[in-house]
C-alpha cells in the first residue's frame, strides 16, 4: 500500500471526529437513561464512560446488573467482548511513527470500533495531533451524551433516536465503499468477514465477543493466503 | 469503595490492556511480512464484522428503514465519496420511512 506523504492535523480529526459524535451522542444518551433506571448514581454514570469508554461493554454491565450477575462474571465477558480491540490496536500499532511513541499510552485508551475504522483508513502519515484530536472528540461526545441523557432523560423522540442508529453503520460503510472501488481486495475481505460473522453468532451461536475476533482472525489469515500471488505480481 | 465502582475499575483495567498491549509488544520488534499483511487486512475485516448482520437489526422495528438509509449512504458515497453527507442523508432517509409507516 502507498503511504502518501499528507500530515494531518488537530483540525482534521475533529472534522472526521464529528461522524462519530453524531453517532455516540444518542447512544450515549441512552446509556446515561439506562444507568439511572439501574440505580447507578450520576457519578458513577458518568465514571463508567470517563472510565471504561466502550459501548457495548458498558451496555452489557448494565444488563448483567439488572439480571443479578456477579462482578467478576461482568469483568470477564468485558474482557471477552473488548479482546477485538486488540487486533485493532496491533493494526494501528504497525503504523507508528516514532513521534507517536510516546502517546501510545494515550492513543491506546481511545481506540474503539469508530476511532480504528476512520484512522486506519487514513492514507498518509498518521500523526499523534490527529489520532489525539479524533479520540478526544469521540471520547466527549461518548462523556458528555451519557451525561445529557443521565440528567435530562429521553428529550430525543424515539424515531430521532431509531433513525440514529444507523450513524454508525452509515459511516462504516461510508469507509468501506472507496477502498471497494480501489480494489476487489476490500469487498472480498469485508464480505466473508461479514458473512463469517453472521455464521459464528446466529448458526454457530457463539458467544458475544468471540464471533467478531473469530471473524477477523480467520479472514484476514485467509487473506494473507489469497492474496500472496496477488501481490507479487503488483511488485514486479 | 462500593461494588459499583469496583465493578467501573475492573472493567477500566480489562478494556484498557488489551488496547495498550500490542502497542507495548509492537513497537520495538521488526515486523514479518506476513505479519504485516495480515494486520493490513484488519481494517478491512473489521469493517465487514462491524456491518454484517448488525446493520440488518439497527431499526428492530422495521428493519427495512435502516437498510433504505444504509442504501442511500452506500450509492451516495460510492458516486460522491465524503462521510459526513452518507451519514447525515442515511438518518434523514431512515427517519422518513420510519415516519411513513
Known amino acids: 500500500m502507498k503511504r502518501e506523504r499528507i500530515k494531518y492535523s488537530y483540525s482534521n480529526g475533529f472534522i472526521d471526529g464529528l461522524p462519530i459524535v453524531i453517532g455516540f451522542v444518542p447512544i450515549a444518551m441512552t446509556f446515561g437513561i439506562l444507568a439511572k433506571t439501574c440505580s447507578i448514581s450520576l457519578l458513577e454514570g458518568i465514571l463508567f464512560s470517563v472510565l471504561v469508554f466502550a459501548g457495548a461493554s458498558q451496555f452489557i454491565a448494565l444488563n448483567l446488573l439488572m439480571v443479578g450477575a456477579g462482578i467478576g462474571e461482568i469483568i470477564v465477558t468485558t474482557l471477552l467482548v473488548n479482546m477485538r480491540h486488540m487486533l485493532m490496536s496491533a493494526s494501528l ?18 481506540i474503539t470500533d469508530e476511532t480504528f475504522s476512520v484512522s486506519s483508513f487514513k492514507h498518509g502519515t498518521l500523526t499523534k495531533e490527529y489520532m489525539l484530536s479524533l479520540e478526544f472528540i469521540a471520547y466527549l461526545s461518548w462523556v458528555g451524551g451519557a451525561a445529557l441523557g443521565y440528567i435530562v432523560g429521553g428529550i430525543l423522540p424515539d424515531i430521532v433516536k ?10 462504516f460503510a461510508a469507509i468501506l465503499i472507496p477502498e471497494v472501488k480501489k480494489s476487489n481486495k476490500a469487498l472480498i475481505l469485508a464480505c466473508l468477514s461479514g458473512v463469517t460473522n453472521t455464521v459464528c453468532k446466529y448458526i454457530l451461536i457463539i458467544p458475544q465477543g468471540w464471533s467478531i475476533v473469530i471473524s477477523i482472525v480467520l479472514v484476514s489469515l485467509l487473506g494473507v493466503y489469497l492474496f500472496r500471488e496477488q501481490e507479487v505480481k503488483e511488485y514486479e | 469503595m462500593n461494588n459499583i465502582m469496583i465493578l467501573i475499575i475492573g472493567m477500566m483495567i480489562v478494556t484498557y490492556i488489551p488496547r495498550l498491549l500490542p ?20 481494517p478491512y475485516t473489521a469493517l465487514g464484522a462491524l456491518i454484517i448482520p448488525g446493520v440488518f437489526s439497527a431499526t428492530p422495528e422495521l428493519p427495512q428503514a435502516s437498510l433504505v438509509g444504509i442504501g442511500f449512504c452506500v450509492i451516495y458515497a460510492w458516486y460522491k465519496g465524503g462521510i459526513i453527507i452518507p451519514v447525515i442523508g442515511s438518518i434523514i432517509v431512515t427517519f422518513i420511512t420510519l415516519l411513513l409507516n
Not at chain 1, 440514529?164 to 452509515?170: C, F, I, K, N
Not at chain 2, 502497542?23 to 484488519?42: A, C, G, H, R, V
Open chain 1, 93 to 110: 500499532a504497525s503504523r507508528l511513527t516514532k513521534d507517536m511513541k510516546k502517546w501510545s499510552p494515550l492513543i491506546a485508551f481511545g
Open chain 1, 162 to 171: 431509531a433513525s440514529m442508529g444507523v450513524a454508525l453503520y452509515a459511516m
Open chain 2, 23 to 42: 502497542f507495548i509488544i509492537m513497537s520495538d520488534n521488526e515486523i514479518k511480512p506476513n505479519l504485516k499483511k495480515f494486520l493490513e487486512y484488519i
